[in-house]
C-alpha cells in the first residue's frame, strides 16, 4: 500500500472517529435515563422528613441507609458492567432502568425501616451501576476533543435537573403517604425511561470514537479488563489523590443531610428545604 493511501485511509480513520453517528442523540436518551435513575436514588434523601414521620425514623435510620447505599454500589458496579459485556450495553440500560423502577415502587410499599432499608440499598446499588455504562458509552461516542463537552453537557444537565424535580417531588410530603406516591411516579417514569433507550438509542460500538481503531471490527477492539491493569492506575499521582480525596469530600453530605438538617434543626417545611438546596 502506498504512502498517499496509507495517509487517506488514516484520513478516512479519523474523520469516522469525529463523526460517530447518532452520538447526540444518544447522549439525549442516555442522560434523561440517568437523570431518572439518579432521582429515584435520591428521593430518599428528598422525601426523608416525611418519611421519618410516616416510619417513626430519625438522622440514624438515614445514615444508615446512605452507607449501605453507597457500599451497594462495589458488587453492582462490576456485575452490571459485565451484564453490559455479554448482553450489550443498550440491554443492560434497559434492564437497569426496568430494575430501577421496581425496586422503587417496592421501596415506596415499605411497612418498616427493614423493608425500606432493603429496598434502597438495592436501588442505590442498581442505579450507581448505570454510570460506568453511561461513561463508556460517551468514551465511544465522541474523539478526545469533544468528548470533555459532551461529559460536561451530560454530568450538568444530570445535576440541574435532579436539583429542580426534587422539589417538585417534595410536594408530595403533603399528605402522609405523599412520600410513596412519589416513589412510585418516579418508579413509572424510569420504566418509560427503558422504553425511550429501547426505542431510539443505537450502539456506537466499543472504540468508535479512536481513530486507530475505527476501522477494526468491534470484536477486535475490545480488551479485556484485568485486575492487574486497572491496579496499575494507582501509579497515577492525579488518579490516587482523586481518589483519596473522594474520601475526604465532606461536602457531599449535604446532600445526604441538608434536607433533614433543615426541617429538624431549622424549622423548614420539607419543601422549602428542598428549595434551599438547590443552589448548591
Not at 436514588?41 to 430519625?58: E, F, W
Not at 454500589?73 to 440491554?91: H, M, N, S, Y
Not at 425500606?116 to 465522541?142: E, K, R
Not at 440541574?160 to 410530603?173: E, N, Q, T
Request: aromatic fraction near 10%; include cysteine.
Amino acid at each position: 500500500m502506498s504512502r498517499q493511501t496509507l495517509t487517506e485511509t488514516e484520513a478516512i480513520s479519523t474523520e469516522k472517529a469525529k463523526h460517530v453517528p447518532h452520538r447526540w442523540r444518544n447522549l439525549a436518551v442516555i442522560t434523561g435515563a440517568e437523570v431518572v435513575d439518579n432521582t429515584e436514588s435520591g428521593l430518599i434523601n428528598t422525601l426523608y422528613p416525611a418519611i421519618a414521620a410516616s416510619l417513626r425514623l430519625d438522622n440514624g435510620h438515614l445514615g444508615l441507609m446512605s452507607a449501605l447505599g453507597k457500599f451497594a454500589a462495589i458488587p453492582f458496579g462490576p456485575l452490571w458492567v459485565w451484564f453490559a459485556e455479554k448482553w450489550g450495553r443498550k440491554q443492560a440500560l434497559v434492564a437497569n432502568n426496568i430494575v430501577g423502577a421496581v425496586l422503587g415502587i417496592m421501596a415506596g410499599t415499605s411497612q418498616d425501616f427493614m423493608q425500606l432499608l432493603i429496598w434502597n440499598t438495592l436501588l442505590a446499588g442498581v442505579v450507581a451501576a448505570g454510570q460506568p455504562i453511561t461513561n463508556s458509552i460517551i468514551a465511544d461516542s465522541f474523539d478526545d476533543k469533544a468528548r470533555a463537552r459532551a461529559t460536561g453537557f451530560y454530568y450538568g444537565i444530570l445535576t440541574a435537573v435532579a436539583s429542580f424535580i426534587g422539589p417538585l417531588l417534595a410536594l408530595f410530603s403533603g399528605s402522609p403517604d405523599g412520600w410513596r406516591y412519589a416513589m412510585w411516579v418516579i418508579g413509572g417514569i424510569c420504566a418509560l425511561s427503558s422504553i425511550l433507550i429501547s426505542a431510539f438509542y443505537i450502539e456506537p460500538g466499543l472504540g468508535a470514537s479512536e481513530a486507530a481503531l475505527a476501522d477494526l471490527r468491534e470484536e477486535q477492539r475490545a480488551r479485556k479488563v484485568t485486575v492487574r491493569g486497572v491496579l496499575a492506575l494507582f501509579r497515577i499521582p492525579t488518579f490516587s489523590i482523586m481518589m483519596l480525596s473522594r474520601l475526604l469530600s465532606g461536602h457531599l453530605l449535604i446532600s445526604i443531610f441538608g434536607i433533614q438538617f433543615l426541617f429538624a434543626e431549622r424549622g423548614f417545611d420539607n419543601v422549602s428545604a428542598a428549595l434551599v438546596l438547590i443552589p448548591f
